[in-house]
């Protein structure tokens, strides 16, 4: 079944502080993964993409990387923001005859002062 | 530009009323989208336009009408829906298919059915 699972569910740390999420994934055929980063109410914004021949991506404080191997990614943040908090979500594009988005159920990140 | 818009932002409407949403973007994308999100939930897809032409429906209920009138816009009309219906509605595009290029997501409209 393809499913896309990730930790932690919720996570609180002070601004300025680094953390990282974790995506694990069975999706097959696996296509492209994504992070997306989404405030509460309003779309999804995406943060990067990867294809399987990619391990590492940064966007400014975003650092995302993919092991195609064991179907395990991360998004590490940097000197975090307050701006950061928001829900941080997985997404594995399936290249099989569905076509779909696999979407996971986010990590709720928040940044304390 | 790469923006994609989304109107109204915010919308309520009785059971028995007919509303649309509208959505637009002017990325050249031939790939547009219509999501639905319950709260902390992840986006569900409903319909897929590929060169203006509907190609995917995710059997959603004939209360919601897609509609592509050229390659900027994709309308959803709205006619009898129900309170569960309430969700924040998601447009996206892409250049390709979904699954292969980055897709850029509206703001959403919040429609709440009363």
């Known amino acids: 079944k393809n499913q896309v699972e990730q930790s932690p569910q919720s996570l609180i740390i002070l601004e300025g502080k680094n953390c990282t999420l974790q995506?694990?994934?069975?999706?097959?055929?696996?296509?492209?993964l994504r992070w997306y980063k989404q405030d509460t109410g309003r779309g999804p914004v995406s943060l990067t993409i990867m294809t399987f021949s990619e391990n590492t991506k940064s966007n400014g404080r975003y650092t995302a990387t993919l092991d195609a191997d064991t179907k395990q990614s991360s998004l590490h943040i940097t000197a975090s923001q307050l701006s950061d908090s928001a829900s941080y979500i997985c997404v594995v594009a399936n290249a099989g005859n569905n076509r779909k988005l696999i979407w996971g159920l986010g990590t709720s990140l928040a940044v304390n002062p | 530009d790469t923006e994609v818009t989304q109107t109204p932002k915010h919308l309520v409407m009785g059971m028995t009323n007919k509303k649309s949403l509208k959505c637009e973007q002017h990325m050249g994308h031939r790939a547009m989208y219509w999501y639905k999100q319950k709260a902390k939930k992840p986006p569900e897809l409903m319909f897929v336009?590929?060169?203006?032409?509907?190609?995917i429906n995710e059997s959603v209920p004939s209360r919601f009408s897609p509609e592509c009138p050229n390659s900027s816009l994709l309308n959803l009309h709205l006619h009898a829906l129900q309170p569960e219906d309430s969700a924040l509605y998601l447009c996206?595009?892409?250049?390709?298919?979904?699954?292969?290029?980055?897709?850029?997501f509206g703001q959403g409209t919040r429609l709440t059915v009363v």
């Open positions: 336009y590929s060169y203006e032409k509907l190609s």
């Open positions: 996206a595009s892409s250049q390709l298919g979904l699954q292969n290029t980055e897709a850029f």
């Open positions: 995506c694990n994934y069975t999706v097959s055929p696996f296509s492209n």
